[in-house]
C-alpha cells in the first residue's frame, strides 16, 4: 500500500507530515503492530478525512500525533512533523505546549471535554490566558467573541452558564469555541458528531467547515462515517487494520474508489434514492490485532485477492 | 387508518399489529421526602404520547426520529418490556391488554421476539451461545431432548450465517457483526412471525451492517417475518421499510409509504430530517437550513411540539396540538399547516 | 500468533484458566503469591489439626501439670518434653492449642461470610431487581444497621440469644450463636453491592431478551443477573472473611464467643493475657501472631482480587 503522488500537495512544507507511522503495543502474548506504515501529509487550512471501521486505527494515529497515545502503545518507528520539526521525540513538556497552543482536539463526547465545575467561559479565558499575553478582560471579551461565532444565541449571558446548561449540540458548539481559542493551526476532530442527534450533526459539521476556512485552520476530521466525510473533508485516507487502504481526493475516493476495500465500503452504505435490494457487502470482518493475515491485510475478504495479494 | 371493532375476529387479511392511542409515561419526579420539602408536584415524562399504527403481515413498518421521540419506547411497549399508561396493542386481533392468565400471555409471547441494539449488552457473557439461543426453546418448551435442541441451535446458526461449531463459544469470542447475527439465532429460536428490531444495526460499522442488513432481508423472504424497524438513520429506513412513521417528542408527525415519503416528504419535521442526510456521493444537492435541537421532552412545548424548530409556525400551532390527518398526497401528516395549505 | 489461537481453542478448563489475565496478574504479584500459600496452609493445617497435631488439647488424660509454663523451644525440667510454641498453665501445648483454634476461628468465619453473602446476596437481588417499596425498605434497614458498629450488632444478636436458649445448651450453641451473630452482622455490604450490579444488569439488554419470551423473575435473578453480579460479592466475601475472623475472635477476647472447653484463637489470646505479665509471653503471642497473619493473607488476597477484577485499575 505505497501512498499515492498525489498524497504529497505541491508547494512548500505540508504543516503536518506523518512518516511510515508505527504503533506497537506490547502485551504478554506477544506485541501488536496497532499501526503499521501509516504516511499521510495535512496542508494548512486543509481538511484530512480519516474514515476506517471501529478497531482500523484512526483515533489511535490523531492520539499518536498529539502525543496521547495509552501506555503501553508506542511509536516504533516513523515520524510526525509538524511544519517540518519531528514532534514525536519532544519531551512531555514541550508537547503540551504545542498540544493546545498549536494542535487541539475535540473529542466525541462534548460532556467529558469541559469541566462540569466551571463556567464555560472561565474555562475558555483560562485557555486563553496560558497561551496568549493578554489581559484578563480582553480573554473574556475573546471569549464572548468565540461563542457568538460558534453561534450561541446571547454569548454575553450563557458565558456564565455550566456545561450542564447547554444542550448536546450548544456543548459541542462550546467545545469548538475551546479548540480555536488558542488559533492553533491543527485541529484533530474525532468523531465529533456521533454522540449527536442527526439534525444536529449537519449543523455541526457546517460550523466546523466554515471556522476552519475563516481561520485557515487545518483539520484531520477522525470519524466512521462516510457522509460526514463527503460533507466535510478535501481529501480522505481510508484506514483498515491499521494500514492505509486509500488516500486522495475526497470527490475521487467517494465517486471512484479505487481500493476493493473502499468500493465495499461505498458500497455497503444505503443511499437514499438509489432502490437497490440488497446491499454490497463484504464479507467477514476486519482482521483482530492479533491475527493481521500476511500481506495485504485485506486479502481474506478481498474478492480480486491474487497470490501476490496473500504474500 | 383502520378503526377496528370493538372484539376483532382474527381476519387473515386484518393487520398483524394495531396499535392505538398508545400512552407511556414514566415518574421523573424528585425523591418523596425532596418534593414534601421543596413543595414540587410529581413530574411525568410523557415518552409516547397518542401513538397509532398498524402493521401488516409481512410488512417492515420503520419508526423513524432523533433521541427522544420515544420511538425505542414504543418497541418495549408492544413486547411488553414496560406497561402502557393508556391504549391499546392488539396482536393478530387479541388485545395483549385484555390477556387472562400466564399461559395465554406465554402463547402470544411465543409468537414475537425483539432484536437489541447493543450486540455486546444483548447476549449474557457468562452463557455459552449454545444456551443463549437455546433459551426461548426451553422457555416456551418446543423441543424437549437436548440433543433436538442441539441440532435445532446448530440449524439456527447455520441460518445466520455462523457455523454450527460456534455454539460451544463465549459471546466475547466473537465479533460485533457476529453477535448481532447471534441475537438474530436466539430471536428465531421460537419461530416468531413478528420481530422487533430496536436500532439492530446502529452499534456496528457500515460494512457489518450491511451485512445484517442483508441476512433481515433474506430471512424476511424466506420465513415471511412481519418487522418492526427502529432507526434513526433515513438512509438504512429507506432501504428495508414498506412504511415508514416518523416520531418527534412522542408523537407521529407522518406516517406514509416509504417511497413517497421519501420523494415527496409533507411534514415540515420529516422535510427537515431529510435534509439532514449527507450527500454521500456528493452529486451537489443543495441543503434545506436545519435549526434547533430536540427540546427537553420533560417540558414540551404546547401546540405543536416542533412548532419553535418549524418554518410554516403560525399562532394556531404554538396553542393547538395537531392530528394525525391524511392529506392530498395519501401520507398522514399532523400539522396545521398542511391542513390549512399553507405550503 | 497461530500457535496462540490454536490454544485458546481447547476447551479444558486447566488451559483456559492457565491462560487467563487472572492468572497472569496473580503470577506477577509476589505478595499475593505468598499470602496465597500462607493462606492454604495455614487452612490445610487447621483441617488436619486432629491428624498433624503432637497432643489433643482437649485431652485431659495427656496433659501433664509438671509440664506447665514450659518456654517454646527449652526442655521441660520434669519431663524433658520440648515444646515448638511452648506450654500453658495446664501443660497444654499451645502449638497444638492454636491448630484446634484456627479451626474453630475459620469455621465460624466461613460460616459466618456465607450466612451474610447469602442473605445479603438474596436481598440486593430483590432490592435492585424489583426496586419501589421493596427496595426501599431493604435499604432503609440497611442503613439503620449500618449507623450501629458491627461489634455492637453482634454483642446485641448474641445477647438476645443467650437469653432464649436455655443455659444447659449454651456452651453447645455458642458456636452456632456466634456464627449466626457476625453474618447477620455483615449482610449490608453484600447487600448494597449486589443491589447496584443488580439495577446496572437488570437493564441490560441481554436481561431484557429473558423478559420478553417470558422468563419468570426468580428464574431471571438466579441464571442471568445473579452470575453477573458475583465478581464484586467475591472480593467482599475474602476481605469479609479476614474481618469474620478477626470480630470472632474479638467477641471470645470479650468472653461472649466460644467457651474456653472449645477455644478459637481470640480465647487463647484472652486465657494468654492473663499471663502476659508475669512473663509467660508466648501463651499470647503466638496464638496473636496466627491471627495476625491469618488475617492479613487473606485481606491481601482479596485486595489483589478486588484489583484483578476492576479492569479501570490494571
Known sequence: MKPPAHNQPAGNTPLLSVRNLRIEFPTRRGTLVAIDDVSFDIARGEVLGMVGESGAGKSLTGAAIIGLLEPPGRIAAGEVLLDGEPIHTLPAERMRKIRGRRISMIFQDPLTSLNPLYTVGRQITETILTHRDIGEAAARKRAIELLA?????????????????????????VVIALALCAEPELIIADEPTTALDVSVQAQIIDLLKRLCRDHHTAVMLVTHDMGVIAEAADRVAVMYAGRLAEIGPVRAVVQQPQHPYTRGLMGSIPVLGADVHRLVQIDGAMPRLNAIPPGCAFNPRCTEAFARCRS | MNMPAQTPAPVP???????????????????FLNRVIEREPRRWLKAVDGVSFTIDRGETFALVGESGCGKSTVARLIVGLYEASDGRIVFDGRDLGQLQSEAERQRIRRRFQMIFQDPFASLNPRWRVERIIAEPIRVFGLLNDDAAIRARVGELLTQVGLSPAD????????????????????????????????????????????????????????????????????????????????????????????????????????????????????????????????????????????????????????????????????????????????Q | MNTLTEKSKTDSLLARILDSDIFHSFIRSPVTVVSAIVTVVMIVAALSAPLISPHNPFDPATLNLMEGFTPPMVANEFTGNVYWFGTDAQGRDIFSAILYGSRVSLLVGFAAVGLAAVLGITLGLMSGYLGGWVDAL?????????????????????????????????????????????????????????????????????????????????????????????????????????????????????????????????????????????????????????????????????????DALNPRLR
Open chain 1, 149 to 173: 461565532e460558534v453561534g450561541i444565541p446571547a454569548p454575553d449571558q450563557r458565558v456564565d452558564h455550566y456545561p450542564h446548561q447547554f444542550s448536546g449540540g450548544m456543548r459541542q458548539r
Open chain 2, 13 to 31: 387479511d386484518a393487520p398483524l399489529l394495531l396499535v392505538e392511542d398508545l400512552k407511556c409515561r414514566f415518574e421523573v419526579s424528585k425523591p
Open chain 2, 167 to 342: 455454539g460451544r463459544k463465549f459471546p466475547h469470542e466473537f465479533s460485533g457483526g457476529q453477535r448481532q447475527r447471534i441475537c438474530i439465532a436466539r430471536a428465531l429460536a421460537n419461530n416468531p412471525e413478528f420481530l422487533v428490531c430496536d436500532e439492530p444495526t446502529s452499534a456496528l460499522d457500515v460494512s457489518v451492517q450491511a451485512q445484517i442488513l442483508n441476512l433481515m432481508q433474506d430471512l424476511q423472504d424466506e420465513l415471511g417475518l412481519t418487522y418492526l424497524f427502529i432507526s434513526h438513520d433515513l438512509a438504512v429506513v429507506r432501504h428495508m421499510a414498506d412504511r415508514v412513521g416518523v416520531m418527534y417528542l412522542g408523537r407521529l408527525v407522518e406516517v406514509a409509504d416509504s417511497r413517497t415519503l421519501f420523494e415527496n416528504p409533507q411534514h415540515p419535521y420529516t422535510r427537515m430530517l431529510l435534509a439532514t442526510i449527507p450527500d454521500i456521493k456528493m452529486e451537489g444537492k443543495r441543503h434545506e437550513i436545519v435549526r434547533g435541537e430536540v427540546p427537553n421532552p420533560i417540558t414540551p412545548p404546547p401546540g405543536c411540539t416542533f412548532h419553535p424548530r418549524c418554518p410554516l409556525v403560525n399562532d394556531r400551532c404554538r396553542s393547538e396540538a395537531p392530528h394525525l390527518l391524511p392529506t392530498a398526497r395519501g401520507h398522514l401528516a399532523a400539522c396545521h399547516a398542511i391542513e390549512e395549505g399553507r
Open chain 3, 138 to 306: 431493604i435499604m432503609r434497614i440497611a442503613d439503620v444497621q449500618l449507623s450501629f458498629p458491627a461489634i455492637l450488632i453482634a454483642l446485641l444478636i448474641f445477647g438476645v440469644f443467650k437469653g432464649i436458649i436455655p443455659p444447659a445448651m449454651q456452651d453447645q450453641m455458642a458456636i452456632y450463636v456466634l456464627i449466626l451473630a457476625i453474618g447477620l452482622s455483615d449482610w449490608v455490604q453484600y447487600a448494597r453491592t449486589v443491589r447496584s450490579s443488580t439495577m446496572a444488569e437488570k437493564n441490560k439488554e441481554y436481561v431484557q431478551a429473558a423478559r420478553v419470551i417470558g422468563v419468570p423473575a426468580p428464574l431471571i435473578l438466579l441464571r442471568h443477573i445473579l452470575p453477573n453480579v458475583m465478581g464484586p460479592v467475591l472480593v467482599i466475601a475474602t476481605i469479609g472473611l479476614a474481618l469474620a475472623i478477626i470480630l470472632e475472635s474479638t467477641l471470645s477476647f470479650l468472653g461472649v464467643g466460644v467457651p474456653p472447653t472449645q477455644p478459637s484463637l481470640g480465647t487463647l489470646i484472652r486465657v494468654g493475657q492473663d499471663y502476659l505479665f508475669s512473663g509467660e509471653w508466648w501463651i499470647v503471642l503466638f496464638p496473636g501472631m496466627t491471627l495476625l497473619i491469618l488475617a492479613l493473607s487473606v485481606n491481601l488476597l482479596g485486595d489483589w482480587l478486588r
